[in-house]
């Protein structure tokens, strides 16, 4: 896996031979996926090498956690488990308790009802922990499930779905207000964005399937991400709008709030999110939808003065008239 080799490399230390123990640390922990207690990594690390004693393997576990390689994570077995934390996004659990595995997921809605809360109660945020504890699909069922996949490649997949939704129905809300207006230099621009969002979308959908085939099962692997009602809903509910507007202004404006509300919502959680293909896919498209929001920003701009511009003219004609 190359994200861990990466993360060695970035934190390898001067070569005495009590580093080179800590480097065989690290990569065992890092090739492992999921949540590990100290005790597991103890085995692992004695299975391959049992001159390592218990307190090395905890020290360099405390080194991880203090140079974010490693995160705690407590799901009240009355011990800690390790996990990840470079190129890990943040994220929350659910928490098996007939296997004792857990599985990683993200939602924008739930966080932004923990910021509403802290907020309304001047809380200054800073870790929050959310578990649901229960029984999976595995044990629920007895059938067992494929190996678990990096949390890494399903963020990255369900950040392409999110992206290529959300490029998909901006197309359509711009063709849409492309046909609607009746002023040819706004259905020049509402044209040049929809043809915009599908040179984006044919790039987002040839990632999509590069991604796809590092793991012929990446398709059907559980969500990561629960961006319900977050981007991919901003140009849709827009595009029903357009048919209650009545000037090409106020089409206009719609589009900003559009592009800004993406622009945002990309730029914030891309920013939050731990060095990884995730990140970079939502900084991106970030930085997409701000270049839309300054043109539509721009054609505002010279929408308003044009106006502005009008009755002073008039004005003009009628004082010429009076003068004469
Ligand atoms: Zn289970
Ligand atoms: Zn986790």
Redesign the pocket.
Known sequence: MHSSTASVDRVRPVGTKRSNKRDFIVNVFLRQE??LSADDLVDLIRREDHRISRATVYRTLQWMVQNGIA?K?DFGEGRFRF?HSYR?PR?F?LVCKSCGR?F?FLSSDIESLMEEVASVRRFEMGQTVLQIHGTCEACRTGHPQGAEKT?EMLFARDALRIAIATERSGRDFYARAARMTKNTRARTIFQRLSGEEVDHLNKLESRYEELLKQDADLESRPPFLFFKGAANGLFSAAASELNKVSSDLDALKIAIRCERGSYQFFKKYGERFEDSEGKRIFLEFADEERDHLNLLLGELRAYTEKRGRRPAASRGAHSARANA
């Open positions: 999921g949540h995160r994570v996990e890990h994220h659990h857990s990683e949390t």
